[in-house]
């Protein structure tokens, strides 16, 4: 388990390393920051100025290296536009950020798995079938203009909830959570339940199909055949088996819950990385962008090296030590 | 002594409903088990043995189900059980074996798990008394270190050590009746022998009754006390085993029993039947085995019922008779 855990990190490691490369090398495809960073008025003596402070007037592999060193010592460089490390920026944001995203999954969770149980259960049913109808619209509406309905019914019609930002916020292990307060709770309704639409219909219809592909599987039968009650079949030997793929997805959806919030942040100006991100983007603020793709690998190496390890206690079949 | 078994003009339909017929996987078929009898269940794949398992435990999957007959286990109909009646019955009092011992097993949870839930479906008692006769019953079908492998998942297990872990699992409760689907179909002959001792000794001992389900003659003639054999659904010849299996009246039972290689007949050609089951929306009229049979004469285009002879019956107008020496 040890020597397993070792090895992927130095995996994980590479991984990094080798999306260092491209991501240095793309961003500094896409454009030039010095068009938008200087002004058009300056004189030629001040332009170079601008660009030696910035090592941009640097041959690329030497500025890939410089990126290197400073990495080392995790600087990822200060943002071209905010004039402050990169990385702290982005640690900022993160909260928010990790916020929604978590809420919105818990919505995803709370909502899809039942669902699709039932509808996996009684697919026969008007009520399974409606429910599927559902996830169909839920899967296939586009995330900014569901978010933009909401804000229409909920907030201008109906007034209930807030349209946009983070609400008051309450301090908890050193950052600002919205979730803490009432008033932030209604701000975080809206854009959580907008960034779990699609997740929802997600796990339903993969929780549905596994329930589908389960119950016809002779140990089920055998189950029966043994007298054992139908809650402890579904609630045992069902959703056990159910739970690998739902697990997997999870994890790969979570990371992509964080970094593709940017819709759902930018419709609902929810201050957090998506937002960060686009703007930065717009404005070419190489080291921000760096810094978070850089971030978003790291994610992702470590929510599927979680999902590995759900493996192993979900699937017995499935071991780390295993020689692959 | 009354039958523990009766199954009496059993029909299975899949499909149908709603002024369209359904198909018959069985048809009509009757036979009865007593205590300590060893029915040998017999026929080709497709011919309705399994479904006729699965009907008996109330087990169908839709569109499947028992559209005419009747089930009486030890006096009780089975159809007027309600579901719960029904999964009282199962494991406690009628379990079954199933043929494929690798999908059996749920992969997910350890045997202890899977044995400890099926003490524990019908005796209220707890964990560590379930475990111990989980442990016991493995003890007793040969798997060694039974405590350890109480802990250990469905894919530690070879295919026949999971045979052995399913047989276990029915008698954890000491059924009166057990239902065996080709359970030894799956494995090697060493360990065929080993389970087909289990089950006689089984049915000696404890009294049990079983209906063993297989399409291997060798096998019901070693272990069964009766044989019914099944074509396309229907039973075609019922009786003891030793008056069936040396003395078919049946052109079917004939055939059967001529494929099954010999050393007597060295370096003739293998029996076969010719042509193959008829699938069972397109059975011919009349006889089923009609277009196999080299018996066959106009005669046979209207079904003929169970002709009774003794102890024994058959549903043929031309049976085959052994010329008396």
Not at chain 1, 266 to 285: H, Q, R, T
Not at chain 2, 161 to 169: D, E, H, L, S
Not at chain 2, 179 to 204: H, K, M, N
Not at chain 2, 295 to 302: K, P
Request: aromatic fraction near 6%; include cysteine.
């Amino acid at each position: 388990m040890v020597t397993s855990i070792i090895r992927r990190l130095i995996q994980a490691l590479f991984v990094i390393l080798a999306m260092t490369i491209i991501v240095f090398i793309g961003v500094n495809v896409i454009g030039n920051p010095v068009d938008i960073l200087i002004n058009p008025d300056a004189n030629q003596a001040e332009r170079a100025r601008v660009i030696a402070h910035y090592g941009l007037d640097q041959p690329i592999w030497k500025q890939y290296l410089m990126f290197l060193q400073g990495l080392l010592h995790g600087d990822f460089g200060d943002s071209f536009v905010y004039g402050r490390p990169a990385l702290g920026l982005i640690l900022e944001r993160m909260p928010a950020t990790l916020e929604l995203a978590i809420t919105a999954l818990g919505i995803a969770l709370v909502v899809g798995l039942p669902l699709g149980l039932y509808a996996g259960l009684y697919p026969k049913r008007v009520s399974s079938k409606l429910i599927m109808s559902a996830s169909i619209l839920g899967f296939s509406l586009p995330t900014f203009w569901v978010g933009l309905m909401l804000i229409m019914v909920f907030s201008v019609e109906l007034g209930w909830l807030p349209t946009n930002g983070r609400g008051p916020t309450m301090e908890l292990l050193g950052t600002q959570w919205s979730f803490l307060t009432g008033e932030g709770l209604r701000h975080l309704l809206l854009p959580a339940f907008n960034l779990a639409l699609f997740k929802t219909s997600l796990i339903l219809r993969l929780t549905r199909a596994g329930v589908q592909e389960v119950l016809p599987q002779d140990y089920i039968k055998f189950a029966r055949a043994k007298g054992v009650r139908e809650g402890r079949i579904i609630g045992v030997h069902v959703l056990k088996n159910l739970m690998i793929p739902v697990v997997t997805i999870i994890g790969l959806e979570f990371g992509s819950l964080i970094a593709f919030s940017v819709v759902t942040e930018s419709i609902f100006a929810w201050p957090g990385m998506g937002k960060l991100i686009i703007d930065s983007i717009n404005l070419l603020d190489r080291p921000v962008i760096v810094a978070y793709l850089m971030m978003m690998v790291v994610l992702f190496v470590v929510l599927n090296f979680i999902i590995d390890i759900c493996y192993t206690i979900l699937d017995p079949r499935v071991r780390l030590d295993a020689k692959a | 002594m009354s039958a523990l078994l009766q199954v009496s003009n059993l029909v299975t339909e899949f499909g149908g409903g709603g002024g369209h017929p359904g198909l018959k996987a069985v048809n009509d078929v009757s036979f009865t088990v007593s205590r300590g009898k060893v029915l040998g269940l017999v026929g080709e794949s497709g011919s309705g043995k399994t479904v006729t398992g699965f009907s008996i435990l109330r087990l169908l999957e839709r569109p499947g189900r028992i559209a005419g007959g009747r089930i009486l286990f030890d006096g009780t109909d089975i159809a007027s059980c309600s579901e719960e009646e029904m999964r009282q019955l199962r494991g406690k009092r009628i379990a079954m074996v199933f043929q494929d011992p690798m999908m059996t097993l749920n992969p997910v949870l350890t045997i202890g798990t899977q044995m400890v839930e099926a003490v524990q479906a019908h005796d209220k008692v707890s964990k560590e008394v379930a475990r111990q006769r989980s442990r016991d019953a493995l003890g007793l079908v040969g798997i060694p270190s039974p405590e350890e492998r109480l802990s250990s998942y469905p894919h530690q297990f070879s295919g026949g050590m999971r045979q052995r872990v399913a047989i276990a699992i029915a008698l954890l409760h000491q059924p009166d009746l057990i239902i065996a689907d080709e359970p030894t179909t799956a494995l090697d002959v060493t360990i065929q022998s080993q389970i087909i001792y289990e089950f006689q000794r089984l049915a000696e001992e404890s009294n049990t009754a079983v209906v063993w389900i297989t399409h291997d003659l060798a096998i019901v003639s070693r272990l069964a006390d009766d044989i019914a054999v099944m074509y396309a659904g229907r039973l075609v010849e019922t009786g003891p085993v030793g008056k069936v299996l040396t003395d078919p009246r049946h052109p079917y039972t004939a055939g059967l029993i001529a494929s099954v290689p010999s050393q007597n007949r060295r370096g003739e050609p293998l029996h076969q039947i010719r042509g193959m089951t008829p699938p069972i929306n397109r059975l011919p009229e009349g006889c089923s085995f009609r277009t196999r049979c080299d018996r066959a004469t106009e005669a046979c285009r209207i079904m003929p019922g169970l002709i009774p002879e003794e102890d024994r019956s058959f549903r043929c107008i031309h049976p085959v008779m052994k010329e008396v020496a």
